[in-house]
């Protein structure tokens, strides 16, 4: 059973900033393209950001674009959301993903192309 353990989540004021850090076991995370999704109260799980395995592509949701920074470290196993600029409509559940790949240069935005899902964070953006 593959585990991703995400953290950084928590209660920030609108215009304010949170990083969300996920890491995960090494084996899977060297051989995979990475996301982040978002789920907020009544709607449907939806895509926010990727990267892929060399780090070298990413690719965001219009409504984050500009916004939201995702990056990966090699070393720790790890990705990020950086978030800057928060809004109240960013306030949601925030899952990292994992995304066996074959190739180093592609991002995934759809659901069904993550095998791997942490068990979320919370992220409260209040006005």
Do not use: H
């Not at 585990?3 to 215009?15: H, K, R, T």
Request: aromatic share 12%.
């Amino acid at each position: 059973q593959v585990q991703l353990v995400e953290s950084g989540g928590g209660l920030v004021q609108a215009g304010g900033s949170l990083r969300l850090s996920c890491q995960g076991p090494e084996r899977t995370f060297s051989r995979s393209s990475m996301g982040w999704f978002r789920q907020a109260p009544g709607k449907e799980r939806m895509f926010v950001a990727a990267i892929s395995r060399s780090g070298d592509v990413t690719n965001y949701a219009d409504l984050t674009k500009g916004r939201f920074t995702i990056s990966r470290e090699g070393a720790k196993n790890t990705v990020y959301l950086q978030m800057n600029s928060l809004k109240p409509e960013d306030t949601a559940v925030y899952y990292c993903a994992a995304a066996l790949s074959a190739y180093y240069a592609v991002t995934k935005y759809r659901e069904s192309d993550y095998a791997y899902w942490g068990q979320g964070t919370q992220v409260t953006v209040s006005s």
